[in-house]
């Protein structure tokens, strides 16, 4: 009974470190699949040579960028996800960016080492964007927009209700320059799936002998608030959602993040 006894034991043992060693391996393996970068990017791969062009393309504050696979020859990811935290768009401060492409075709990798990377085609794309009323108006500040007409000291407000927005427009009316306070309260719509305008707006000026046209080319120069035409990624939005203090542009489903698979993490020093 006593020699049975051992020889269970050591069964038990050989069992316990055979467990912990898989539990190690498996711990080893998961970290493996996690790449960390802070402040600058030491790319020695495709994927960080990926990464490493999105940072410089968007300069964000942070970057999750996570693939189910690595690409093949031809630059094809089956699954892409991107989180973009505080990323500028035309100037303006963009809370959050999140990204995901389904059957993403890019150019070939090896290019992709020398800073050149192409998003070509998608079979679907899913994607949401967070504008904050802060950012926005920290944008605005102090700055004008347009030359001889043009506006200054603009704010806006957003809310469910909608945009309320107000500034100075100096326009030159009969050869005289007129400063002119005009206030706006409009909704949003997306165009072409790309530009966001002012939608369905109302104007009250100042002055009540100020031409109908002054103030329609006074808001044409603010149109559209935001372009992404030339974001380089193929991104079609949907939807516009306001909310207090904050706008979220979205496509119609949103981006999940992916369930393991491979994971590359920037952040800004």
């Not at 006593?2 to 269970?8: G, V």
């Not at 393309?57 to 089956?78: H, T």
């Not at 506006?151 to 309320?164: A, F, L, Q």
């Not at 006074?218 to 203090?245: I, S, T």
């Amino acid at each position: 009974m006593r020699t049975l006894h051992s020889s269970s034991m050591c069964v038990v043992v050989a069992c316990i470190l055979a467990l912990c060693f898989t539990n190690l391996f498996a711990t080893q393996a998961s970290a493996s699949n996690v790449f960390e970068f802070i402040g600058e990017i030491d790319a020695q791969d495709p994927m960080s040579h990926l990464l490493a062009f999105y940072v410089n393309e968007f300069n964000p504050e942070e970057l999750f960028l996570s693939v189910d696979s690595l690409p093949d020859s031809s630059g094809r990811i089956r699954d892409l996800y991107m989180n973009l935290v505080g990323v500028p768009i035309g100037g303006v401060r963009m809370d959050n960016l999140v990204v995901r492409m389904i059957g993403a075709q890019f150019n070939c990798p090896s290019e992709w080492a020398y800073g050149n990377v192409k998003s070509i085609d998608a079979l679907q794309i899913y994607a949401y964007a967070l504008l904050r009323e802060d950012d926005l108006n920290s944008h605005l500040a102090d700055r004008t927009f347009g030359r001889d007409d043009h506006w200054s000291r603009i704010s806006m407000n957003i809310s469910p209700d909608g945009i309320h927005a107000r500034g100075t427009y100096s326009a030159r009316v009969l050869f005289i320059t007129m400063n002119i306070l005009i206030e706006i309260d409009s909704g949003l719509r997306i165009v072409n799936n790309n530009t966001l305008w002012l939608d369905n707006y109302t104007v009250r000026v100042n002055r009540v002998n100020v031409p109908d046209h002054v103030t329609r080319r006074a808001v044409a120069q603010v149109q559209p608030l935001l372009d992404l035409r030339r974001f380089p990624l193929p991104l079609r939005l949907h939807n516009v959602k306001l909310e207090y203090g904050q706008a979220v542009l979205s496509t119609r489903i949103l981006p999940e993040p992916i369930q393991g698979g491979i994971s590359y993490h920037f952040r800004a020093e």
